[in-house]
């Protein structure tokens, strides 16, 4: 695991394969998982990773990247937290 936190690792990776292999409309946090929009030029390799990196968010925690992650609703907002997060955020 990278030395970057959460949900941001995934951005930073897809970023950086995207600068090879396509384009990037959007990353943002959907209903509990990471959401990566995808450009019409995207490879199917970053499509590939884009499916694995959102998969992989849903049992992710979004703050710490600690696994198992669950859902924790706030103010309407569905967040992903490990156990640990979610007593900090508390």
Sequence with gaps: MSSTEG????????SEAAKLEGTIVSTKPKNGY????L???????????AETLE??????????GR???TETF??????KLCERCRRDQR
């Design 74 to 79: 706030t103010k309407q907002v569905i967040l």
């Design 34 to 37: 990471l959401a990566i929009q």
């Design 7 to 14: 949900w941001k690792r995934f951005q930073l990776e897809i």
């Design 55 to 64: 998969l992989e968010s849903e049992v992710t925690c979004q703050a710490c």
């Design 39 to 49: 450009g019409r030029n995207a490879s199917k390799t970053l499509t590939a990773l």
């Design 67 to 69: 696994s198992p992650a």
